[in-house]
């Protein structure tokens, strides 16, 4: 049983963050997005601060709750793509406006923004 699994989410708002909640799902989500399809080692070149073993158990999540496809071409050297799906594409509004609450907030602490 999923960690996840073992509580039922308190609300809507706790099923949400439950799915997308974390210091890189948001970021894939959007990295998938502007990118269309990427491969494993792209995402690894973007995502700087992050693990393997993190990046593709994140992967795993994002994939068992439908907000990312991973499709496996077999062969030699082994190819897998990833790329979002219709109900992961559902939350890039949400993303962009985090993203401009978050740019407003970097400019108002006079601070220099990285791009995501």
């Keep these: 049983m999923k960690k996840k699994d073992i509580q039922e989410p308190i609300c809507a708002v706790d ?17 998938l997005y502007s990118k269309q399809i990427m491969r494993y080692g792209e995402l690894r070149r973007k995502l700087t601060d992050i693990t393997p073993k993190m990046l ?21 050297p082994p190819k897998v793509e990833y790329t979002l799906t219709e109900t992961g594409a559902e939350l890039i509004p949400f993303i962009d406006h985090l993203r401009q609450w978050g740019d407003h907030q970097i400019e108002k602490e006079n601070r220099i923004p990285k791009s995501c």
């Design 15 to 31: 099923y949400a963050f439950r799915r997308i909640g974390g210091k890189y799902k948001g970021r894939i989500i959007w990295y």
């Design 56 to 76: 593709t158990q994140t992967l795993r999540e994002l994939e068992d709750d439908q907000l990312v496809h991973r499709k496996v071409y077999h062969e030699v």
